[in-house]
């Protein structure tokens, strides 16, 4: 590249940071602002800003391709216009850079915490979770979530235990995003490092209830989303599979939301930004928010819990047990030809090594699976069925 390439690049640089000075809210982070463990000197003359690096590299990681054939809510179900992780995350991301063009808020670092937020979900969704936080546990690292997942994915797995360097405030937003938890409001806190970042990682994982809440106001409008994406398009997908029909949601909570997800997306994204819109926090109103939460209840209960989509749960948890036991016997005996060494271990940096114990290296070569890769794995006469609803 001559130097006058590199001046016309740079050149691009300045006009969107200037871009940003002139658009962002006071209250929004820009890109320049952003951090990452190692400097590099690439990025720092180059013209792509750093949340929008970190968009593409978690769009080209591996971990990103197989969100394709990971459960959102329900598995072993032949359904194409069921909703999977891959469909999820990208629905996030929409209706989270809608709610921060709005708020005008960076939607290069909203997009980047969007994309990657769930790529430490195991395969079958948040039974898998807690069937491989059971193995976890019983091996003695820990209870597994799916949110330090991601982060240990992209910060210590991804390209072979090197990681791909994110910046502090992507990485913060992905550990801090639990669309489960109900937040009427939520304030960003205050500034962090990774010292600070790692030590919030460690009190996770040490205790569940330890409270996460973002650094930064991108990524508490990411959290509100999560909500916001799931909510009514899991109610589309039961009544699609006959679970529920629509005359079964409460009729106070029609009133508020309505009863398609396009209405419920549509009355929740606006809710947000009409009370939201020049202030510190992102928020929803008291009516509209307790609505939600009444919702959140009903798919519970008559979606998550539903007993027609729980019916291979034991042999599901069975087969985790035995996949982590399998693993864990062939690092133990130095089996070369397991898998677990010749699509995961081979070529990987030194350091994964040094940092993680046998346990750990079986629960991320598990939790990267996808849920086809995972019964392709497991002997045959084990397998469940595919569900007929």
């Known amino acids: 590249m001559t130097k006058s390439d590199s001046d016309l690049l740079n050149a691009n640089r300045a006009l969107l940071q200037q871009r940003e000075t002139l658009i962002l809210s006071r209250i929004a982070t820009p890109s320049s602002a952003g951090i990452r463990r190692e400097p590099e000197q690439l990025l720092a003359e180059g013209y792509r800003q750093s949340f929008s690096v970190d968009v593409d590299r978690i769009?080209?990681?591996?971990?990103?391709?197989?969100?394709?054939?990971?459960?959102?809510?329900?598995?072993?179900?032949?359904?194409?216009?069921?909703?999977?992780?891959?469909?999820?995350v990208q629905l996030v991301s929409k209706i989270a850079r809608t709610i921060g063009r709005s708020l005008r808020l960076n939607e290069d670092l909203i997009e980047a915490i969007a994309l990657g937020h769930d790529i430490g979900h195991t395969p079958f969704g948040h039974d898998g979770e807690r069937f491989l936080s059971e193995q976890c546990q019983a091996h003695g690292i820990g209870q597994f979530h799916h949110n330090l997942q991601s982060i240990q994915f992209l910060d210590r797995v991804e390209r072979?235990?090197?990681?791909?360097?994110?910046?502090?405030?992507?990485?913060?937003?992905?550990?801090?995003?639990?669309?489960?938890?109900?937040?009427?409001?939520?304030?960003?806190?205050s500034e962090r490092d990774f010292t600070q970042l790692d030590r919030q990682i460690a009190q996770?994982?040490?205790?569940?209830?330890?409270?996460?809440?973002?650094?930064?106001?991108?990524?508490c409008v990411v959290r509100m989303a999560d909500t916001v994406s799931y909510i009514g398009r899991d109610i589309e997908d039961a009544i699609r599979l006959g679970l529920i029909e629509r005359?079964?949601?409460p009729t106070d909570i029609v009133a508020q939301l309505g009863n398609t997800n396009g209405t419920i997306v549509f009355r929740l994204v606006t809710d947000i930004i009409e009370n939201s819109t020049d202030q510190e926090y992102v928020a929803f109103s008291?009516?509209?928010?307790?609505?939600?939460?009444?919702?959140?209840?009903?798919?519970?209960?008559?979606?998550?819990?539903?007993?027609?989509?729980?019916?291979?749960?034991?042999?599901?948890?069975?087969?985790?047990?035995?996949?982590?036991?399998?693993?864990?016997?062939?690092?133990?005996?130095?089996?070369?030809?397991?898998?677990?060494?010749?699509?995961f271990l081979e070529g990987m940096a030194p350091a994964y090594f040094e940092r993680h114990q046998p346990a750990e290296i079986v629960r991320d070569f598990i939790a990267g699976m996808?849920?086809?890769y995972f019964l392709s794995?497991?002997?045959?006469?084990?397998?469940?069925?595919?569900?007929?609803i």
Request: proline share 5%.
């Open 59 to 88: 769009l080209h990681s591996r971990a990103y391709s197989r969100y394709i054939d990971k459960t959102q809510v329900f598995y072993l179900i032949k359904n194409d216009h069921i909703t999977h992780r891959v469909l999820h």
């Open 160 to 189: 072979k235990g090197d990681g791909w360097n994110l910046c502090l405030q992507t990485l913060d937003g992905i550990l801090c995003h639990d669309g489960e938890v109900h937040n009427d409001m939520l304030h960003p806190a």
């Open 204 to 219: 996770k994982r040490d205790d569940p209830g330890f409270e996460l809440n973002p650094m930064t106001i991108e990524a």
């Open 247 to 249: 005359s079964q949601i």
């Open 286 to 343: 008291a009516p509209v928010s307790e609505a939600l939460q009444g919702l959140k209840a009903f798919n519970l209960q008559h979606i998550y819990m539903n007993p027609r989509i729980k019916q291979h749960t034991a042999a599901i948890r069975r087969l985790f047990a035995f996949l982590f036991e399998t693993y864990l016997e062939d690092i133990a005996r130095d089996n070369r030809t397991s898998v677990i060494f010749c699509q």
């Open 370 to 372: 996808t849920d086809d």
């Open 377 to 388: 794995q497991c002997p045959a006469g084990m397998r469940p069925n595919y569900l007929r």
